[in-house]
């Protein structure tokens, strides 16, 4: 049996003067696994990746990551290093003045040099797409550069888990396409939360929902549907 690198035990939490939006929920993800997360808007989605990171502190229950106890705030800084975390709002994750800067600095964190940083942010950039991105100022970028700009910030840290909150919004096919085949390259285990039915089929192995603040397996109904391109022929089925 692999070992869990995120397990969430019993976790309750209630944002100040609401019910409860997660409660009791239980999730493993194991070495390796590739799982696809989905569920209503306000879900509590977004909230659980929050407290699983150590940005939100839960009411009830237990984090553990790569099999440690997260204990403290000391715990969670060690443990961040090792995850890729992608923000659901990508101004969340860029703060920098250039997008090279943004991209650097998580390696930058994890204790490389500069030159190596700034190697390893290039390679990113290159990969999602954005060469030629590095002396543009963040915050001019458009939604989806952002988005793309935000996910080189994750694969710059070269993560031993994968963590990413809704990484296709705003994408174009042509970038979907190009984050899906980036993430079967992957072997790494992760956790993608998206409402792009398609998207989660196509990258994940296996598909749970989040239902009533718990984690519940999700079920998936084949269909066909008949759809256009952008480009091309008459409405088709696939
Ligand atoms: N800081 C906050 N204070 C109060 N309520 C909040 C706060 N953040 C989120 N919420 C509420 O908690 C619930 C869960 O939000 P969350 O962002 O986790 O949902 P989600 O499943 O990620 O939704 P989506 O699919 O729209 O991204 C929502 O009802 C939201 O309005
Ligand atoms: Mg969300």
Redesign the pocket.
């Known amino acids: 049996m692999s070992h869990a690198v995120i397990e969430l035990s019993n976790i309750s939490y209630a944002?100040?003067d609401?019910d409860n939006?997660l409660d009791g929920l239980s999730f493993h993800l194991h070495e390796g696994e590739k799982l696809g997360l989905f569920?209503?808007?306000?879900?509590?989605?977004?909230?659980?990746l929050h407290i699983l990171m150590g940005l939100i502190t839960p009411d009830e229950g237990q984090v553990t990551l790569f099999g440690a106890p997260m204990t403290d705030a000391k715990a969670f800084e060690a443990a961040r290093l090792r995850i890729g975390f992608l923000f659901?709002h990508s101004d969340d994750q860029l703060f920098c003045p250039t997008v090279l800067d943004d991209v650097a600095f998580g390696p930058l964190n994890q204790g490389l040099s500069a030159e190596d940083a700034t190697e390893r942010a290039a390679e990113a950039l290159q990969t999602v797409g954005l060469a030629g991105f590095e002396d543009r100022i963040p915050h001019r970028l458009s939604g989806g550069e952002k988005k793309l700009a935000a996910l080189a910030t994750v694969l710059a840290m070269k993560p031993e888990v994968l963590v990413l909150?809704?990484p296709t919004t705003g994408l174009s096919p042509e970038a979907k396409a190009r984050l899906a085949e980036i993430l079967k390259g992957l072997n790494m285990a992760r956790l993608v939360?998206s409402?792009d039915m398609d998207f989660l089929s196509d990258t994940a192995d296996r598909l749970l929902a989040?239902r009533d603040g718990k984690i519940r397996p999700g079920e998936l109904k084949p269909h066909s549907h008949t759809h256009v391109h952008e480009e091309g022929d008459m409405p088709h089925e696939h």
């Open positions: 944002f100040p609401r939006t569920g209503p808007n306000g879900a509590g989605k977004s909230t659980m659901q909150d809704e939360v409402h989040m």
